[in-house]
Nanobody
Framework: QVQLVESGGGLVQPGGSLRLSCAAS????????MGWYRQAPGKQRELVAR???????TYADSVKGRFTISRDNAKNTVYLQMNSLKSEDTAVYYC??????????????WGQGTQVTVSS
């Protein structure tokens, strides 16, 4: 069974930094893409950043230049370094793996979410 465990959320002042981590566990053969999404109260979940197995990355326009996504393929872990945080970054952040292969097949998986609050 595949599990995604997130960590690193919390309360930070505007202009501050946080680093989120998400570790995927289970009998994983490979993961095509790993990403971070977020959902603010009353809003739809949106893509923040995604990184593919070869290292290619994509970012939402709103976080370009402030957030950096990275992954450790050996540990099946993805990170999101968030700098220059703004109040509008406040949301629940979710980790997602896309086309994660195990012996029985392939699928997409979500983490449980971690709260990020940017406030003075």
């Amino acid at each position: 069974q595949v599990q995604l465990v997130e960590s690193g959320g919390g309360l930070v002042q505007p202009g501050g930094s946080l680093r989120l981590s998400c570790a995927a566990s289970g009998s994983i053969l490979s993961i095509n893409a790993m990403g971070w999404y977020r959902q603010a109260p009353g809003k739809q979940r949106e893509l923040v950043a995604r990184i593919f197995s070869g290292g290619r990355t994509t970012y939402a326009d709103s976080v370009k230049g402030r957030f950096t996504i990275s992954r450790d393929n050996a540990k099946n872990t993805v990170y999101l370094q968030m700098n220059s945080l703004k109040s509008e970054d406040t949301a629940v952040y979710y980790c997602k793996t896309e086309r994660l292969w195990v012996a029985s097949g392939v699928g997409d998986y979500w983490g449980q979410g971690t709260q990020v609050t940017v406030s003075s």
